[in-house]
């Protein structure tokens, strides 16, 4: 593969809806999900961009354990909540819909939550917490996943990666935006560490002897995936660092993502029956929105959202340290730096070949093919 592997955002856009849609996604779906899937690579979150176009999303609707149509059903439906069922369709189109659900009834009552069971995976939990900071609304949002990290003085995947995330709208050019896991690092940071051929970092995997995983990324991720090996929680392995806080803050995400809805949890998640027969993932996803207008207004919380920041950047720095950032500033000067397109991993150059000669999308030539 040719060194320039450089995308320019339209063609790759382009490129990810015309796949969906070969894939049977309805167009106005693919879209929804193009979008969210792209805007992790600008963010310069690789590990939920193009890297799992193919095998999070196209190879699950290929095994026939994701609809590319969504079913979206609301099973129970109050002023201010609601309760749907997202029947396996797409992760994202499921929770663009929920979040723009809760934000709607926010603007109307102030507060609004959806919760939601029977999912897949919805991207970036960030890009939902963004739609609601857009409108001038605090969104917070959380997801679980499948069993891969385990809990303080354990040594078996439990539970998902579990992001819990909140957007607070300021008056800067980005909103406050904090969206990480509650583990270390996650599934699809190993996989992008697989890609491109980096070990994984110290401390980020326990073995079933209690130790840290450490050298070959490719092996340590099929440890996970048999059981051999789990990601470690925030603050990791022990109590020593507060390993138990990041595991506090997972059993959150995992009880918001199952309780209010009746959704699976923890093993049922493994997306395996049990005989190993690849099964739908069922996961559950919980939106919540408050509207700032309903308090003391918008302009009000923008304009102390930036004090506080700004106060936080000012403070004295360490020795040798440049700058203080807050969270979702590094994404947003991420985002400015890549106008010109999105980096493909010679992985993924592949993969992407792969789809437009299986779909026959002659359309598209990509660069590293000159």
Request: net charge negative.
């Amino acid at each position: 593969m040719a060194k320039n592997n450089v995308v320019d955002w339209k063609t790759i856009t382009n490129f990810v809806i015309d796949s969906f849609v070969g894939y049977g996604i309805p167009r106005k779906d693919a879209e929804i999900c193009a979008d969210i899937l792209l805007e992790s690579d600008k963010r310069g979150i690789e590990s939920h961009g193009v890297n799992r176009f193919k095998p999070i999303y196209l190879d699950r609707i290929k095994d026939g354990i994701q609809n590319p149509v969504t079913n979206y059903e609301i099973l129970k439906e109050t002023p201010t909540t609601a309760v749907v069922d997202g029947h396996d369709g797409m992760g994202q189109v499921i929770g663009y819909k929920s979040m723009k659900m809760a934000i709607d009834k926010a603007k109307e009552y102030g507060m609004g939550m959806v919760v939601v069971r029977n999912s897949c995976h919805y991207g970036i939990a960030g890009y939902y917490a963004t739609m609601a900071c857009k409108e001038g609304c605090i969104g917070i949002t959380g997801t679980n996943a499948r069993p891969s990290v385990a809990p303080t003085f354990g040594v078996e995947g439990m539970f998902g990666t579990n992001p819990l995330t909140v957007g607070i709208p300021t008056d800067e050019k980005f909103d406050f935006l904090i969206d990480c896991a509650s583990s270390i690092t996650q599934n699809g940071k190993i996989e992008y560490y697989a890609r491109i051929g980096e070990d994984v970092h110290p401390g980020t995997i326990i073995g079933q002897d209690g130790q840290p995983i450490e050298g070959d990324a490719g092996e340590a991720l099929k440890m996970i995936r048999n059981g051999t090996a789990a990601l470690t929680t925030l603050g990791g392995i022990g109590e020593a660092l507060g390993g138990y806080k990041g595991y506090g803050y997972a059993m959150v995400v995992e009880l918001l993502s199952a309780v209010l809805q009746d959704g699976n949890y923890g093993k049922a998640l493994d997306g395996k029956d049990a005989n190993g027969n690849k099964v739908p993932y069922h996961l559950g996803h919980f939106f919540i929105a408050i509207d700032t207008n309903h308090f003391l207004g918008e302009d009000v919380c923008r304009k102390k959202a930036g004090e506080i920041l700004r106060a936080v950047r000012n403070s004295k720095k360490a020795p040798g340290a440049e700058r203080i950032y807050t969270a979702g500033e590094k994404e947003y000067e991420t985002a400015l730096a890549r106008h010109d397109g999105v980096a493909i991993n010679e992985s993924v150059q592949k993969e992407m070949i792969q789809v437009r000669d299986e779909l026959g999308l002659t359309q598209y030539k990509f660069p590293w093919e000159d």
